[in-house]
T-cell receptor, first 113, second 116 residues
């Protein structure tokens, strides 16, 4: 069965510091991995995805994520956090042979000025 | 270029009633998926429609049904509403573009349903 774990409910980081939001997954076959961000009372906004190729994926707003097959992880990173990055972040996985995305429970990122 | 749109934005119903939510996909997209996001949770997959047929379904009861129209828009219907159906309902659209591994789902703003 497919699953996604986001082990941290909340991550606090000072503005200007690097940030990491963790995600691990379990899926049979090749994983297709995604990060989305959700602002209050809004839908999910696509940030980036890993399908195949380079393990470091670059996305919107300066975010990037590193795919690590041996650790089954897909952590979201940004070199320098902004207060405006404060939001709820979701990791999702889709296994081969299925169309549904499985989402984690989300990590609330709080960037402190 | 309009993104995914959903209507209504908010809805209040009472237990036992029926509700219909609507979704228009992003221009150029032919596939619509529906998700339920309960408070404090990640979205849960309800089902996906492609070529006007339900292609895959999540673990939701038959009270949840859907439809896709020839213009690719979609409806989600929920019958016999329960208090536990209160949630944000998200529609996502995507395009197969011949290679489904390239598919990315783009989400609408959601419809917040409150069942009293």
């Amino acid at each position: 069965a497919q699953s996604v774990a986001q082990p941290e409910d909340q991550v606090n980081v000072a503005e200007g510091n690097p940030l990491t939001v963790k995600c691990t997954y379990s899926v049979s076959g090749n994983p297709y991995l995604f990060w989305y961000v959700q602002y209050p009372n809004r839908g999910l906004q696509f940030l980036l995805k890993y399908i195949t190729g380079d393990n470091l994926v670059k996305g919107s707003y300066g975010f990037e994520a590193e795919f690590n097959k041996s650790q089954t992880s897909f952590h979201l990173k940004k070199p320098s956090a902004l207060v405006s990055d404060s939001a709820l972040y979701f990791c999702a996985v889709r296994g081969s042979g299925t169309y549904k995305y499985i989402f984690g429970t989300g990590t609330r990122l709080k960037v402190l000025a | 270029d309009a993104g995914v749109t959903q209507s209504p934005t908010h809805l209040i119903k009472t237990r036992g009633q029926q509700v219909t939510l609507r979704c228009s996909p992003k221009s150029g997209h032919d596939t619509v998926s529906w998700y339920q996001q309960a408070l404090g949770q990640g979205p849960q997959f309800i089902f996906q429609y492609y070529e006007e047929e339900e292609r895959q379904r999540g673990n939701f009861p038959d009270r949840f049904s859907g439809h896709q129209f020839p213009n690719y828009s979609s409806e989600l219907n929920v019958n016999a509403l329960l208090l536990g159906d209160s949630a944000l309902y998200l529609c996502a659209s995507s395009s197969l573009a011949g290679l489904h591994i390239q598919e990315t789902q783009y989400f609408g703003p959601g419809t917040r349903l409150l069942v009293l």
